[in-house]
């Protein structure tokens, strides 16, 4: 590996470690194995290479979120949508969850404002990725109409799920809770005449 990627997985762990705030650039370098020009050389500054780390740890864990169980789930189905819920929350209840760091850059408002607007742009590429898995085809066939309303949809549901998990985790909800939930207001929309 080079600098580069030895400064990505040093960054990594920092922040699993110590979170955003408390990660200096030193922290980094010490974990690293490099030097603090490299840093700058390769990405920037010490912010830009924590929201890169940050997005690489939230794209592994993304991984998990098809754990090759949806097979036999039809695309959009209730049971499609709970059996992702469940893997999702899975990854909520890991002791290092790299969920508890989103808390943190939402706790941070205006603190740090070039992690809070990297990551304000990822968001809308978190939702086109979740769409597939929940709603079955490619990311790349998800338009910015999807993305923005059916994708926003679940990254709000996520972002729900991490505070909840975060603050409390044991009232928050499982994903046979979100399914119920779900199914009532499906039952609701079609008794009122409106469509699921």
């Known amino acids: 590996m080079g600098h580069r990627e030895d400064l990505l997985e040093g960054a990594k762990r920092c922040l699993l470690q110590k979170g955003f705030v408390r990660t200096t650039a030193r922290d980094i370098v010490r974990e690293s194995g490099t030097n603090l020009a490299s840093i700058g050389y390769h990405y920037g500054s ?16 993304g991984d998990a979120f098809d754990q090759g169980n949806l097979d036999d789930t039809e695309p959009g189905s209730v049971e499609r949508f709970e059996r992702v819920w469940s893997n999702i929350i899975g990854t909520m209840k890991q002791p290092s969850s790299v969920w508890r760091l989103s808390m943190e850059v939402l706790a941070l408002g205006d603190r740090m404002p070039e992690v809070r607007e990297s990551l304000a742009r990822a968001q809308r590429e978190a939702g086109r990725g979740l769409v597939p898995l929940l709603m079955g085809g490619t990311e790349q066939d998800v338009s910015d109409e999807t993305a923005d309303t059916v994708g926003a949809f679940y990254v709000t549901l996520m972002t729900g799920l991490i505070a909840q998990w975060s603050f409390d985790p044991d009232s928050a909800p499982e994903a046979g809770q979100l399914a119920a939930g779900l199914r009532r207001v499906i039952e609701a929309a079609r008794a009122t005449g409106g469509s699921p």
């Not at 010490?46 to 864990?61: F, G, N, P, S, W």
């Open 46 to 61: 010490k912010d830009a290479l924590l929201v890169q780390a940050y997005l690489a740890l939230v794209a592994e864990t």
